[in-house]
């Protein structure tokens, strides 16, 4: 049965005592999560449809998260950014609160066509925003964090024999204002309600069969990776290896859901899946799991001048997250990944002014080694190194800590300083 959820998900002031579910003695429940590209088209959810309805005839309460379709998410931004420069001097940006009002739509069309479909195949569903879910965050726009998941609405139908589809993506802060969860936010959604439920497990389905050890479109070598653990992918995720959002794998961490990444069109007997645990093996020597680019960084730089204090207060009000922050007596510096930044114009415009001597270097990519023990000698940074050096390469910006060697390089160069530290690193 079930891997226990460790952790059950806070409840607070919640009618019913965290645990006690209306379903009684039901059916172990399963949580799956079909991404953009499986919900792409109709003829595409209506086989997602199909793979429901056989997870319910196999026995299982099931929960369905869906994306957008396709890329739907993408030309939403895009139409907000015509909307926000159409009579303004310079491109602008929207403001975040009415991005986000406007991006959870995409998650609702798929939700709603999704339930319809499943209906059609003789089933009883029904579909729930993730305010009506019960996914409570905090007050930050485009890129909020769940505080808090309370499903009774989800819990009740699935009671009543329902299968449930929930709109990924989004959910609702303590302000009751519609909010976004950061791009590929659907996983998250997907890992919050599988802990706070008690699934059984957590399916992540795309258009990969599983995580690879690189990105398999970059480097054609990737290797599959039957078994990871937790803290290696989150690590792969927070540096750019999109196949599983950071805030999901911090969820399966914290909680101990048993993660699940497949592909959507190759399942079946014999298809490749990734199983994603909590490790409780101790520690382990020096090994290098996978290679992960991301694209569209900023590398800040203070030589001087502007106080660790001042740089994240201004970084704050912004909403700007970041990550690599070193600050000593010369100066500082810290990587901006711009992913869930929508509003970069003005946001560098704002450090300008606030922070005149900081300087914002762009055009960069972050390419980072990831595993385990990779600090405990020079040997793997020394490699590192020189592996780039010997391509020419020379990065703005080394990192390293037990977890991850990682580098700022050219936009133009991280293809080739992904598979050249793949070689070295995973497949030599
Ligand atoms: P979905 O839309 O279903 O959420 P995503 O596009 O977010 O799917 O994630 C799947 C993609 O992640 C793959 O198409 C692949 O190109 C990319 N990817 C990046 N790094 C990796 C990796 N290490 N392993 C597998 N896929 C990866
Ligand atoms: N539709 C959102 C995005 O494109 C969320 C997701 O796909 O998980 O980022
Ligand atoms: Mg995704």
Redesign the pocket.
Known sequence: MAEKTADRVQQEGSPREPGASPRGAGRPILVQKY????VADVDRIGRVADRVVAARRAGHDVVVVV?AMGKTTDGLLALARQAASAGAAAPADPPRRELDMLLSTGERVSMALLSIAIQARGFEAISFTGSQSGILTNDRHFDARIIEVRPFRIEDELARGRIVIVAGYQGMSYRREITTLGR?G??TTAVALAAALGAERCEIY???DG??S????VVPDARHLPELDCAVLQE?AECG???VCAQAVEWARRSGVALYARSTFDAGPGARETVVRRSTAGAQASRAR?V?AEGNVVLARARGGHRLDEVLRAAGELGIGFRDLSFGDGGGALVIPLLNVPDWQGARRTLAALLPSLELVEGLASVSVVGDGLAATAEPLIRFVEVLSRAGIAPRLTVAGPLRLGALVGAAEAEAAQRLLHASFVAG
Request: glycine share 14%; no cysteine; net charge negative.
């Open positions: 991404g953009g590209s499986s994306s590929g659907s996983d795309s258009d990969v995580v690879y690189a990105d398999p479109r792969m290896a999109k196949v996978a992960v």
